[in-house]
């Protein structure tokens, strides 16, 4: 009886694929997303009536509206559906069309596109949240740039099958680059035997805070005092786990190690937190991340020529973009231009980006680290910030640069050790 009873509930847990857990912990269907919401039912009864909003009404109704947006899937139920990866799929059509009417709207569209982005930037970067807005609008504008390629350059017949082959490789390599990029940063994780192998060892010596350095570093100071180091030498092995010390992980970092507070982890050689990618970059992935920019960068470029070269076959292509006549008497040419001119615009800023990256490569520092030696002022600095020199692990431009192309292999840290 206790077996079959079992069975049945097995059973009764396993979700179809259109049926999911809400936030309540109940089951539901994807089909009832209009059903039975009280709390969208208080917020319209209390519009109708004039009555103030209570002040969680607004973020319950956002939080009910963003638990019910599934799609169906075929294992573990429906799958929620980030609602910060839908404006990019909507909004960035309708403005690329919109501009391509006339080349006055076209400028006030290519100017405003950039300034909204750089405003949800700074809105999303201030409240340390997770965003899938921008990872989808890179994969959106790669996708729908392609689109147009195959759909409206391809078929005026200025552009060869090996063209096409070649862009088509580009836009390949280049995802496979990004996939790799995200799959694991380099993350700091404890070392659960290093932990629990010896227990006694990790006890915290009398009168001394535990909070202030690792187990491993007691063990550590524990047997130098006993060989007789000073205590001078003790002082700055304690100051050094301190510094080192991660209030949030609860572990002791090794050198150059950072927290990210967007993605609630400690990172081996944290460089910055990616929101095009929606990842840190890390030791572990630093050198895809440089790749997957090489890679776009020159599909982009090569991309854009061919587009221009369509459009604009009697145009030099370094003034193509500043001066094409005709291009806006046909809705399909205007449309390439436009997509061009925004291809532009999102190239100009990763060429920037790939810039600074290949200068702290070459001085051997991080962005975060830069960032603290600037406001530290123990940096010096040139070229408008963009060059930013610590001197703290510089080897020469060779050394630096061998040092950074077999980095990647050495991402098992010395098992910093969980003190919880």
Not at 2 to 26: I, S, T
Not at 68 to 79: H, T
Not at 133 to 153: D, G, N, Q
Not at 284 to 308: K, M, P
């Amino acid at each position: 009886m206790k077996r079959q009873a079992k069975k049945v509930l097995e059973e009764e847990a396993v979700l179809c694929c259109c049926e999911y857990m809400n936030r309540h912990g109940q089951r539901s269907h994807v089909a009832a997303c209009c059903c039975d919401c009280e709390d969208l039912d208080d917020a319209c009864d209390r519009f109708l009536k004039r009555e103030p909003q209570k002040p969680e009404s607004l973020s319950q109704v956002a939080a009910v509206v963003t638990d019910r947006i599934r799609v169906p899937w075929l294992w573990g139920g429906a799958r929620k559906v980030d609602l910060s990866i839908i404006p990019p799929l909507l909004l960035l059509p309708a403005l690329l069309h919109l501009a391509a009417l006339h080349f006055l709207i076209g400028m006030v569209v290519l100017t405003a596109l950039p300034g909204l982005v750089l405003w949800y930037y700074y809105f999303t970067h201030r409240k340390k949240g997770q965003t899938l807005f921008f990872l989808s609008l890179a994969l959106f504008s790669l996708a729908y740039m392609y689109y147009l390629f195959i759909t409206e350059v391809f078929p005026h017949g200025d552009v060869g099958l090996l063209q096409l082959a070649l862009v088509s490789v580009g836009v390949v390599l280049t995802l496979l680059a990004l996939f790799h990029t995200k799959r694991d940063p380099g993350i700091l994780r404890p070392n659960e035997e290093s932990v629990h192998s010896k227990v006694a060892y990790y006890s915290s010596p009398t009168g001394r805070n535990p909070s202030l350095s690792g187990g491993r570093q007691d063990v550590t100071m524990t047997v130098a005092n006993r060989a007789g180091v000073s205590e001078h030498a003790e002082e700055e092995m304690k100051e050094s786990n301190r510094k080192n010390w991660c209030q949030a992980c609860r572990m002791v970092r090794p050198p150059r190690a950072g927290h990210c507070r967007i993605c609630g982890v400690c990172v081996l050689r944290l460089d910055h937190h990616c929101v095009w990618i929606n990842s840190c970059v890390g030791q572990a992935n630093h050198r895809s991340f440089l790749l997957t920019l090489v890679l776009f960068l020159l599909t982009s470029l090569y991309g854009i020529s061919l587009v221009l070269q369509s459009v604009c076959p009697r145009q030099n292509l370094l003034f193509a973009l500043l001066y094409c006549p005709g291009v806006y008497n046909q809705y399909s040419t205007a449309l390439c231009f436009t997509c061009a001119w925004y291809s532009s615009i999102v190239t100009g800023g990763l060429l920037h980006l790939l810039a600074i990256q290949l200068i702290n490569v070459s001085y051997n520092v991080t962005e975060r680290e830069a960032r603290i030696a600037l406001r530290e002022k123990t940096a010096r600095s040139a070229c408008w910030g963009l060059v930013v020199n610590t001197g703290a692990y510089s080897r020469g431009f060779r050394g630096n640069w061998s040092e950074f192309m077999s980095m990647g292999d050495k991402v098992i840290p010395p098992s910093p050790t969980d003190l919880v």
